[in-house]
Structure formats: structure tokens, C-alpha cells
């Protein structure tokens, strides 16, 4: 009960909190000394506007200062903040599995949000994300041939578009996420890991060509995204 409450509760923060990280993270800024301030004026934000979802309400999505815009993916990261921590209470178990559920998919929320927004996938981020799934590892040698395996996939990957396409098709990042992701699937479930994320990257690219932009051959996509997504769909099934 306590910890469903603490999970429901936190929620909405640590969209907040992953806001942030996606918009300092990639630029190399501190994202815990620096306090939080107006894009736009500049204006140091107080306890008053920074509560989630309730402040970008009551202020319109604007800045109650200068009146400008603020960020939509703001409020959308809180939303679905708060909904991962809904699916970790649903999903159940014992009162620690909810907590390491919360805790698993606020991570590959943070992951996914950053590729999306940057094509970055900060070093911080991947290796906490191995740190706790190698923390869990019900067999921590599995495990560490999984994210061996994860990585040593991709880093070919990676070299084989590059020699065939003449750019960068996978960043370094990807390889270091999927040391976390190869640690959680383990050799035997890594191909359903990387299925899953290209049918989702389908679809996404799907989605986008029917938008204004037209996809090209040339469009990046962030595949760290759709690797995320398939992992949280992977525990949430619970066969990870
Ligand atoms: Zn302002």
C-alpha cells in the first residue's frame, strides 16, 4: 500500500525531473545544482510553477512572467510519468518488484525522451539503466553474456552501415544501451528485443510519412527510442 501510494505520488515528479534531463543532459549542463528558470526570461522558477501538471495548468502552458510558451513535451513527460507508475502498480508483484518496475520504466522513459528530442543517449542514463538491471539479475552471468552480446551486435551493426552507407547510421549510444537492454533480455530474448523495436520504428516511420515532413532515406530515427519501448513492453509482458 505504501509503496503504491509512494509510486503514484513520485510519478508526476520524475516526469518533471526527466523534463530536465532531456533539455540539459545532451547540452552538458548540471541538472541538479542549477535551479530552473524561463527559457525565455529567464526568470528563476519557484516551488509555485513547478508543480507537475498543476502549474502548466493553472499558467496555460505559459510562463507566468513573460507569458511565453512553455515546452509542451514538459506536461506530456509528466502525463507519462505518471502513467508508467500507474502500469508499475498494475502490473504488481511484491511491494520492491512495483518499486524496481517504477524505477525500470521511468529509466527507459528517460532514455526514449532524450533520444527523441536530441539523439542522444547520455552516458549517465545507460549505464544506470545496467547498473539496476545487473543489480536484479536473477543469474548475473547470463546476464553480462546478454549485454556482451547486445553490444557486440550493434557495435557491427553500426560498422556495417557505415561502410555501406557512407554515414553513421547507429551512434555509440545505442551500443551502450544495449549493454543495459542485452543484461535484461539475455542472449535467448535479444532478437525479440530488437524485433519489437524495429516493428515499432516501422510504425513510427509509417506515422511520419504521412506527415508534412516526408521521411527520406536521409531522416534520422531514433532507434534508442524504439529499443526503449520494446524493453519496457518486454517487462511489462513479464518475460524479461
Ligand atoms: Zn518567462
Redesign the pocket.
Known sequence: MAVTFFVLALGPFVGSFVGVLVDRLPLGRDVVVDPSA?G??G?RLRWRDLIPVLSFALARGR?R??G?PIAPHLLYLEILAAGLGLLAVLAGGAPAYVLLTAVMLWLLLALAACDLAMFRLPDVLTAALAGVVLLRAPDLGAALWGGAAGMAAFFALRHVYARARGREGLGLGDVKLMAGLGALTGVALLPHLVLGAALLALAGALVMHRSPQRLSGRTPLPFGTALCASAAGLWLWGVV
Open positions: 524561463c525565455s526570461c526568470t510562463c512572467h513573460c511565453a
